[in-house]
């Protein structure tokens, strides 16, 4: 049992998430070649429109189709239908917690992606300022309550159905998933009315900027992301979770180096127990940059299952040491 | 200026008081004690070379000295330097400093300047071509100054007066980068991502040995004692940082030995002390010894010329140069415990932490007279540490010999405390 914990303490945790957010890409864009589908209430960007190979389809979707219908339905009988949706999104949901964001969301993978092809390419990543951080950080709630309150809105008759699915226009993954299988549909403007010409071509900017975005800063997109607030306000009850023993941070601040949405307080922090902040995607490279035996550490269902040790640190992080050659 | 030894000078350096002062140190250490590690023969060696016969210990090469653990110890590696720190814990050049400083002022700054002063500066490590000195504390930061008075080349590397806003970071960030600029025209070399890469390596495998050694020190009975690794931390300071990691290393390997045969260096019942504040530097390690000469063990220890210059790591996300720079500069700013940051939280969790993983019986506050910052976070720090059931004796002391007895009492009496408590616990 020590030695499967120590295995797994000491994993190369970058090498790991490759494969595994490959793994889950292949799942979630080319599944549907096999027949797999993992029904329409994923918590993450796994794309509708990419209607032949998806293995899944993103909760945002059907929810702001269910917004949409008029209000004697959507308030009469179908509310059930949209609170069994929302419980078996929860319920998806609580068990990776954010962790959907940082292994399995696929755009959070093309990410990654593009970050790997800076790296190789030898230029260096931008940083926002703590102010800068601090306003980006709200824009995902406004998404979040633009993407329920224009639904409803259209549901009343306020907005043209043309706004049907708002987010579904505008995000990225619409445009870029369906490459994946070849369906370039979607990277077109729409001129069959004013408002679906002026979502389109918002949805091909974000788009545009997605990339460019991606390419100069790590997850670029993720600070934006509704899906990310609306897991943030249920993810009290999750079992995956981030948990940090204050007492035994030295507040280094590798941890802090290390991540990728900037966030000060994994190293800051030294209070609060439960240690995953609102734009965190707990992709858990703090843990794996942390020098400290167990001051960071994820448990599933209070079961310690990736905790920081010295000996796993000096493993990952102290590169060309040479600890495995002899020694002179 | 005058040297106040005149008589003495004309005496060989191993005969003068000064060789006599690191000798009688390096004595007490070596002969007080029974079972001391064959390893560490190597560190008694060195120290007898240098600081007791004088001999030189230069080595090729720009050399730069540095008078504070915030000098980035890799940047001045990868441009192909060396670096030197500076502390000096010499009484002998503590008198010699007292012309350059105010009466009231620190014995650690006072024999810093009295060393870099003197001609045949004592250990030998050759003309230095640039001194870099981070502004820490005013009386470090007021000795730039003089420094460049008695013709040497000062960098002030700039240090922001407080560490945890982000704008105190990214300032620091950038004194670092300026710090890289002033290397490389000292050295006519330029920084690379491979030569800092492997500048890295260096510390970082020094640290690796040096964290070995910090983890076998968690063992109860003790398995080695404080002055010897106070040593060993010491000489980090001067000699040859690959040659220190070996020599690091082979004492771990002993150690382990010692681990699996059950061996005491201590008695069991010994208290087992954290020690703190001020810096004991050779030859001034005259609490550590005293502490262990009444039979007590320091198995920890926060100050700057051990655990806080070698314990903190640097973790790097992407090996991009800049990363790598703005990685270092984190390292170097962010753990730091010392007392010259306006808050010290850090610094006492840190002490709680190693009172606790390293079952600790009581804490021995050193203040030199004169530091203010250690005098100023005194009370905090004792109240934090009693409010956890820890006591600790706070001493202020100096390099002078005067106050050994004195000392040795009061240890004495802490030490005999600690142990009547512990035997009432049980």
Same mark, same amino acid.
């Given at each position: 049992?020590?030695?499967?914990?120590?295995?797994?303490?000491?994993?190369?945790?970058?090498?790991?998430?490759?494969?595994?957010?490959?793994?889950?890409?292949?799942?979630?864009?080319?599944?549907?070649?096999?027949?797999?589908?993992?029904?329409?209430?994923?918590?993450?960007?796994?794309?509708?429109?990419?209607?032949?190979?998806?293995?899944?389809?993103?909760?945002?979707?059907? #929810?702001?189709?269910?917004?949409?219908?008029?209000?004697?339905?959507?308030?009469?009988?179908?509310? #059930?239908?949209?609170?069994?949706?929302?419980?078996?999104?929860?319920?998806?949901?609580?068990?990776?917690?954010?962790?959907?964001?940082?292994?399995?969301?696929?755009?959070?993978?093309?990410?990654?992606?593009?970050?790997?092809?800076?790296?190789?390419?030898?230029?260096?990543?931008?940083?926002?300022?703590?102010?800068?951080?601090?306003?980006?950080?709200?824009?995902?709630?406004?998404?979040?309550?633009?993407?329920?309150?224009?639904?409803?809105?259209?549901?009343?008759?306020?907005?043209?159905?043309?706004?049907?699915?708002?987010?579904?226009?505008?995000?990225?993954?619409?445009?870029?998933?369906?490459?994946?299988?070849?369906?370039?549909?979607?990277?077109?403007?729409?001129?069959?009315?004013?408002?679906?010409?002026?979502?389109?071509?918002?949805?091909?900017?974000?788009?545009? #900027?997605?990339?460019?975005?991606?390419?100069?800063?790590?997850?670029?997109?993720?600070?934006?992301?509704?899906?990310?607030?609306?897991?943030?306000?249920?993810?009290?009850?999750? #079992?995956?979770?981030?948990?940090?023993?204050?007492?035994?941070?030295?507040?280094?601040?590798?941890?802090?180096?290390?991540?990728?949405?900037?966030?000060?307080?994994?190293?800051?922090?030294?209070?609060?127990?439960?240690?995953?902040?609102?734009?965190?995607?707990?992709?858990?490279?703090?843990?794996?940059?942390?020098?400290?035996?167990?001051?960071?550490?994820?448990?599933?269902?209070?079961?310690?299952?990736?905790?920081?040790?010295?000996?796993?640190?000096?493993?990952?992080?102290?590169?060309?040491?040479?600890?495995?050659?002899?020694?002179? | 200026?005058?040297?106040?030894?005149?008589?003495?000078?004309?005496?060989?350096?191993?005969?003068?008081?000064?060789?006599?002062? *690191?000798?009688?140190?390096?004595?007490?250490?070596?002969?007080?004690?029974?079972?001391?590690?064959?390893?560490?023969?190597?560190?008694?060696?060195? +120290?007898?070379?240098?600081?007791?016969?004088?001999?030189?210990?230069?080595?090729?090469?720009?050399?730069?000295?540095?008078?504070?653990?915030?000098?980035?110890?890799?940047?001045?590696?990868?441009?192909?330097?060396?670096?030197?720190?500076?502390?000096?814990?010499?009484?002998?050049?503590?008198?010699?400093?007292?012309?350059?400083?105010?009466?009231?002022?620190?014995?650690?700054?006072?024999?810093?300047?009295?060393?870099?002063?003197?001609?045949? *500066?004592?250990?030998?490590?050759?003309?230095?071509?640039?001194?870099?000195?981070?502004?820490?504390?005013?009386?470090?930061?007021?000795?730039?100054?003089?420094?460049?008075?008695?013709?040497?080349?000062?960098?002030?590397?700039?240090?922001?007066?407080?560490?945890?806003?982000?704008?105190?970071?990214?300032?620091?960030?950038?004194?670092?980068?300026?710090?890289?600029?002033?290397?490389?025209?000292?050295?006519?070399?330029?920084?690379?991502?491979?030569?800092?890469?492997?500048?890295?390596?260096?510390?970082?495998? *020094?640290?690796?040995?040096?964290?070995?050694?910090?983890?076998?020190?968690?063992?109860?009975?003790?398995?080695?004692?404080?002055?010897?690794?106070?040593?060993?931390?010491?000489?980090?300071? +001067?000699?040859?940082?690959?040659?220190?990691?070996? *020599?690091?290393?082979?004492?771990?390997?002993?150690?382990?030995?010692?681990?699996?045969?059950?061996?005491?260096?201590?008695q069991k019942k010994a208290p087992r002390i954290l020690f703190t504040g001020s810096p004991p530097v050779f030859p001034n390690l005259k609490l550590p010894l005293v502490i262990e000469q009444s039979g007590g063990v320091v198995?920890?220890?926060?100050?700057?010329?051990?655990?806080?210059?070698?314990?903190?790591?640097?973790?790097?996300?992407?090996?991009?140069?800049?990363?790598?720079?703005?990685?270092?500069?984190?390292?170097?700013?962010?753990?730091?415990?010392?007392?010259?940051?306006?808050?010290?939280?850090?610094?006492?969790?840190?002490?709680?932490?190693?009172?606790?993983? +390293?079952?600790?019986d009581g804490v021995v506050y050193q203040t030199f007279a004169g530091c203010q910052v250690y005098e100023m976070e005194q009370r905090s720090v004792a109240e934090a540490l009693n409010k956890a059931g820890i006591v600790m004796?706070?001493?202020?002391?100096?390099?002078?010999?005067?106050?050994?007895?004195?000392?040795?009492?009061?240890?004495?009496? +802490?030490?005999?405390?600690i142990k009547t408590r512990k035997r009432k616990a049980t």
């Amino acid at each position: 049992m020590k030695r499967l914990k120590d295995a797994i303490d000491g994993v190369d945790l970058n090498r790991f998430r490759i494969w595994f957010q490959l793994a889950m890409f292949v799942l979630l864009v080319y599944g549907g070649y096999l027949a797999i589908n993992l029904g329409n209430h994923l918590p993450m960007f796994a794309c509708g429109f990419n209607q032949e190979g998806r293995g899944g389809i993103c909760y945002l979707m059907p #929810l702001q189709h269910q917004l949409a219908r008029p209000w004697p339905q959507l308030f009469g009988m179908a509310s #059930l239908g949209v609170l069994t949706g929302f419980g078996i999104f929860w319920l998806w949901f609580i068990f990776l917690n954010k962790g959907w964001c940082g292994y399995v969301c696929p755009l959070g993978t093309i990410q990654d992606w593009i970050t790997a092809l800076r790296r190789r390419l030898g230029v260096r990543y931008a940083r926002y300022t703590q102010d800068q951080f601090r306003h980006l950080s709200r824009v995902k709630y406004v998404l979040l309550a633009l993407m329920i309150l224009i639904p409803l809105g259209i549901g009343g008759g306020w907005f043209s159905r043309d706004m049907g699915t708002p987010f579904c226009l505008i995000c990225p993954a619409r445009m870029v998933l369906p490459l994946f299988t070849g369906d370039l549909s979607h990277l077109t403007v729409d001129f069959s009315s004013k408002t679906a010409v002026a979502m389109t071509v918002l949805g091909m900017l974000i788009t545009g #900027l997605f990339l460019t975005g991606a390419f100069v800063k790590k997850r670029f997109f993720c600070f934006f992301c509704p899906m990310s607030a609306l897991h943030y306000l249920i993810s009290r009850p999750a #079992l995956l979770k981030l948990r940090k023993d204050g007492d035994k941070c030295t507040r280094c601040g590798d941890c802090y180096r290390a991540c990728d949405m900037e966030i000060k307080a994994i190293a800051d922090d030294v209070k609060n127990a439960d240690i995953m902040a609102d734009d965190c995607i707990l992709c858990l490279k703090c843990v794996a940059a942390c020098p400290e035996p167990g001051a960071l550490k994820a448990t599933f269902a209070t079961i310690t299952i990736f905790e920081s040790t010295e000996a796993g640190f000096i493993k990952r992080c102290q590169k060309g040491i040479g600890l495995d050659q002899p020694k002179r | 200026m005058t040297n106040p030894n005149a008589k003495t000078a004309a005496l060989p350096y191993n005969r003068s008081r000064q060789a006599r002062e *690191a000798e009688t140190m390096l004595d007490h250490i070596t002969d007080d004690f029974d079972d001391n590690p064959p390893s560490m023969a190597y560190f008694y060696d060195l +120290f007898r070379r240098a600081y007791c016969r004088g001999e030189s210990i230069e080595r090729e090469g720009v050399r730069v000295g540095t008078t504070c653990i915030h000098a980035p110890e890799e940047l001045i590696y990868a441009f192909g330097a060396t670096p030197v720190r500076l502390c000096n814990g010499s009484y002998h050049y503590d008198q010699i400093g007292a012309d350059f400083m105010p009466a009231k002022s620190c014995s650690l700054v006072k024999a810093t300047l009295g060393m870099l002063s003197s001609e045949n *500066a004592i250990p030998k490590t050759g003309k230095l071509d640039l001194i870099v000195n981070p502004t820490t504390c005013d009386q470090k930061k007021k000795a730039s100054a003089m420094m460049a008075g008695m013709g040497h080349s000062v960098y002030e590397l700039e240090l922001p007066p407080a560490k945890e806003s982000e704008q105190a970071r990214v300032y620091w960030q950038r004194s670092v980068r300026e710090f890289a600029v002033r290397l490389r025209q000292l050295t006519g070399k330029k920084l690379t991502r491979k030569n800092l890469m492997a500048a890295m390596a260096k510390t970082s495998r *020094a640290q690796v040995a040096f964290r070995t050694l910090h983890n076998f020190r968690r063992k109860a009975p003790s398995l080695i004692l404080g002055k010897d690794v106070f040593l060993v931390t010491n000489a980090y300071f +001067f000699d040859d940082i690959d040659r220190w990691t070996d *020599a690091v290393e082979r004492l771990n390997a002993e150690l382990a030995q010692r681990e699996k045969d059950g061996f005491c260096a201590a008695q069991k019942k010994a208290p087992r002390i954290l020690f703190t504040g001020s810096p004991p530097v050779f030859p001034n390690l005259k609490l550590p010894l005293v502490i262990e000469q009444s039979g007590g063990v320091v198995v920890a220890d926060e100050t700057c010329s051990a655990n806080r210059m070698l314990y903190d790591m640097t973790s790097v996300d992407e090996w991009l140069l800049n990363n790598m720079v703005d990685s270092l500069a984190d390292k170097y700013l962010k753990p730091c415990t010392c007392p010259i940051f306006p808050n010290n939280d850090d610094r006492i969790r840190r002490l709680l932490d190693l009172a606790k993983s +390293f079952a600790v019986d009581g804490v021995v506050y050193q203040t030199f007279a004169g530091c203010q910052v250690y005098e100023m976070e005194q009370r905090s720090v004792a109240e934090a540490l009693n409010k956890a059931g820890i006591v600790m004796l706070a001493v202020e002391t100096d390099y002078s010999p005067d106050d050994l007895g004195q000392l040795t009492t009061r240890i004495e009496a +802490f030490l005999e405390s600690i142990k009547t408590r512990k035997r009432k616990a049980t």
